[in-house]
T-cell receptor, first 110, second 116 residues
């Protein structure tokens, strides 16, 4: 079983839709959770960084962590064509290794 | 540009040659991480370094791969006697302090290595 599972998609939504991206994990020691956005031929760009359970909001982006279910989510409100990218979840325990999901490809159609 | 800088962006090597990938961390960052990304796969951790020290190389193949982060200059990921299976995108990330203190990593745009 992989440490982190992420549906690769692809996911296609109309402009303005609410997007929900999810990851599940198996290691209960994970307590740092991140979401990255990666455009084609570019490096991952940090979007959200959360510690332990709960919600965090930043503009149109909301990250949720449910440690009891080992499930994290990223919500994108009022999605824009510029949000079209691959979204990677990542997580870590109190060590220096990050575990990444395989990424979900998102296309927002104008 | 104060971001993580990687060069070259693209590198082509023939089987058996050596590949050297360079990474300059963000200003003020003293922790460097190298990852490999293959199509349809996630980022895989390779090695974590601080200045002049390898902290964790548990993700790095035991043979042909080495990494360094000297006191002066960029971090180098070196692959000797490359094989076709080494073809991938290699990403470097940096952070200002250890992740133990809750510091996320910031990535460069990667080096795409192609082996002929």
């Amino acid at each position: 079983q992989k440490e982190v599972e992420q549906d690769p998609g692809p996911l296609s939504v109309p402009e303005g839709a609410i997007v929900s991206l999810n990851c599940t994990y198996s290691n209960s020691a994970f307590q740092y959770f991140m979401w990255y956005r990666q455009y084609s031929r570019k490096g991952p760009e940090l979007l959200m960084y959360t510690y332990s359970s709960g919600n965090k909001e930043d503009g149109r982006f909301t990250a949720q962590v449910d440690k009891s279910s080992k499930y994290i989510s990223l919500f994108i409100r009022d999605s824009q064509p510029s949000d079209s990218a691959t979204y990677l979840c990542a997580m870590s325990a109190r060590v220096n290794q990050f575990y990444f999901g395989t990424g979900t490809s998102l296309t927002v159609i104008p | 540009n104060a971001g993580v800088m990687q060069n070259p962006r693209h590198l082509v090597r023939r089987r058996g040659q050596e590949a050297r990938l360079r990474c300059s961390p963000m200003k003020g960052h003293s922790h460097v991480y190298w990852y490999r990304q293959l199509p349809e796969e996630g980022l895989k951790f390779m090695v974590y370094l601080q200045k002049e020290n390898i902290i964790d190389e548990s993700g790095m193949p035991k043979e042909r791969f080495s990494a360094e982060f000297p006191k002066e200059g960029p971090s180098i990921l070196r692959i000797q006697q490359v094989v076709r299976g080494d073809s991938a995108a290699y990403f470097c990330a940096s952070s200002p302090r250890s992740h133990r203190e809750g510091q996320p990593q910031h990535f460069g745009d990667g080096t795409r290595l192609s082996i002929l």
